[in-house]
C-alpha cells in the first residue's frame, strides 16, 4: 500500500463521526462474536466428552504460538508508524503488524468450526472476511497482512485439523 492510499483511506473512514464509529464498531464487534464462539465450542466439547476437544484447543493454540512467534520475529511496522499518519481505531504498536493476529486466529476458529460443526463456520468465516477489510479500514494493517494471516489460519487448520 502506498502512503497515499492509506491517507486517502484513513481520510475517508474519518470524514464524518457515523464512518469512524462504523470502522471502529464493526471490529469490535466481529472480534467479540469470533472470540465469544470459541469458547462456547470448547465448553460444549467438554459437556459432551468429545474427544476432538484435544484437537480443538491444540490446534488453535500452537498454530497461535507459531504465528506469534513468526510476527515478533518479522516485526513489520504498522501502517499509521510507516506512514506517520494516525490510524482511525487508536493503536500503539509500532510493529509486528504481518500477518494480522486477530484475521489468523478468526480464522483459526472458523477452521475449527468447520471441523466440529461445519454450518457454524459460516457465520465465523463471514466475521473473518469482514474483520480483513476491517482491520484494513481501520489502519492497523496492510492488506497483505490480512491476507497472508488468512492463508495461514486456512492452511494450518487444514493440516491440523485433517492431516494429523
Known amino acids: 500500500m502506498k502512503r497515499e492510499t492509506y491517507i486517502r483511506l ?12 462504523c470502522i471502529q464498531d464493526i ?3 466481529v472480534t467479540l462474536v469470533v472470540y465469544a464462539i470459541y469458547p462456547m465450542m470448547i465448553f460444549g466439547l467438554l459437556l459432551r466428552w ?3 476437544i484435544w484437537k480443538a ?7 497461535f504460538v507459531l504465528v506469534s512467534v513468526f510476527r515478533y520475529i518479522y516485526n513489520q511496522e504498522r501502517p499509521y ?6 490510524s482511525v481505531v487508536k493503536k500503539h504498536k509500532i510493529g509486528k503488524s504481518m500477518p494480522s493476529r486477530h484475521v489468523f486466529s478468526a480464522v483459526i476458529v472458523a477452521m475449527t468450526c468447520y471441523y466440529i460443526w461445519p454450518p457454524l463456520s459460516i457465520p465465523v468465516g463471514i466475521c473473518a472476511l469482514v474483520m480483513c477489510f476491517g482491520r484494513v ?3 492497523v494493517h496492510y492488506p497483505k497482512d ?16 485433517y492431516c494429523f
Do not use: C, H, Q
Open 10 to 21: 484513513m481520510d475517508w473512514g474519518r470524514k464524518t463521526e457515523g464512518r469512524t464509529r
Open 137 to 139: 479500514l481501520a489502519g
Open 81 to 86: 508508524i510507516a506512514f506517520n499518519y494516525p
Open 146 to 161: 490480512v491476507i497472508v494471516g488468512t492463508i495461514l489460519g486456512i492452511g494450518m487448520g487444514m493440516i491440523g485439523f
Open 50 to 52: 468429545d474427544v476432538r
Open 27 to 29: 471490529n469490535l464487534f
Open 57 to 63: 484447543v491444540l490446534v488453535p493454540g500452537i498454530s
